[in-house]
């Protein structure tokens, strides 16, 4: 606070109150605005890829991460989740993630089209060339001179599948996954057979992992599936279900639920804040 406020006493009935006899009173607020959206390419296996890259107008050092989207790649709802987390202290990176099938700049439809498209390439796409693809984003993020080294990853629907494989990275200290489609039963990447349930093992980083209970793309048994190897591998997680349903988390259509994405988003900014004060080494 840097004004003051001088007060005199008035006997109101049996009460006795103060009033401000002069208020000059301002409040010293960080406000984190972001710069203009940023193109970049990376390269990768599979060749260029475009992503959105956002970070604090401020200079200074801050941590990474990784925002995996869904299957639409970077919509209006996609950008303005980046533009959350790099608004509160964050270099973001949003790969599109079906870049060597795509055109830079392509949107799928929130509508069956664009999701029989999504869904369709999915598992088309090499499951190697979605982890060349993370450790391409990390790496950016990694070398840019403005992020303190510490990296984090999150991600929605194939997105959150995409960051529960990219915390096989071991310089990954955190990841957010947010109902992580296809990851109970190994339904991601060409012909559909993934490892990652298998590989959790690999996980030295931290997990927190959002559902929706009435999501009907990962029922309870898929929940529990997931949650029983977790537990298994001895991993370090935090795990939350809302009554929601699938996609919840997004402020376009009908299964958009704003109190508990407000809860949620609440939940990954303090998860993501807890991030290591000292970089993770890696020999990648």
């Keep these: 606070m840097l004004g003051e406020l001088s007060q005199r006493p008035l006997n109101v009935g049996n009460r006795r109150l103060l009033l401000a006899s002069r208020v000059a009173i301002c409040y010293e607020v960080n406000l984190m605005t972001i710069r203009e959206d940023e193109v970049v390419t990376l390269t990768t296996a599979a060749g260029p890829m475009q992503c959105l890259f956002l970070r604090p107008a401020k200079e200074g050092s801050y941590p990474g991460l990784v925002f995996f989207s869904e299957i639409f790649q970077i ?42 498209r999504g869904n369709f390439l999915k598992t088309e796409k090499k499951l190697d060339h979605y982890d060349s693809d993370a450790r391409a984003a990390l790496d950016f993020l990694k070398n840019h001179p403005n992020c303190s080294g510490n990296l984090g990853v ?112 609440d939940l990954v900014i303090n998860f993501f804040r807890q991030l290591p004060q000292s970089p993770v080494s890696s020999k990648n």
């Design 75 to 116: 919509t209006a709802p996609i950008r303005r989740v980046a533009a959350f987390l790099a608004g509160h202290g964050f270099l973001v990176i949003v790969p599109e993630i079906y870049h060597e099938f795509e055109l830079p700049g392509t949107i799928l439809s929130y509508n069956p089209e664009g999701s029989a």
């Design 154 to 265: 999150v991600g929605f629907c194939i997105g959150g599948h995409l960051a529960f494989r990219a915390a096989f990275q071991p310089d990954v200290c955190r990841s957010a996954c947010f109902y992580p489609t296809d990851l109970h039963k190994n339904g991601l990447g060409q012909g559909s057979m993934d490892d990652s349930l298998t590989r959790s093992k690999e996980i030295t980083g931290e997990l927190l992992m959002i559902w929706g209970r009435q999501d009907p793309h990962i029922p309870q048994e898929g929940r529990q599936k997931v949650y029983n190897r977790l537990t298994e591998c001895n991993i370090s997680f935090t795990w939350h279900e809302f009554n929601a349903q699938h996609a919840f988390m997004r402020d376009e259509g009908l299964r958009y639920d704003p109190e508990l994405a407000h809860i949620a988003f």
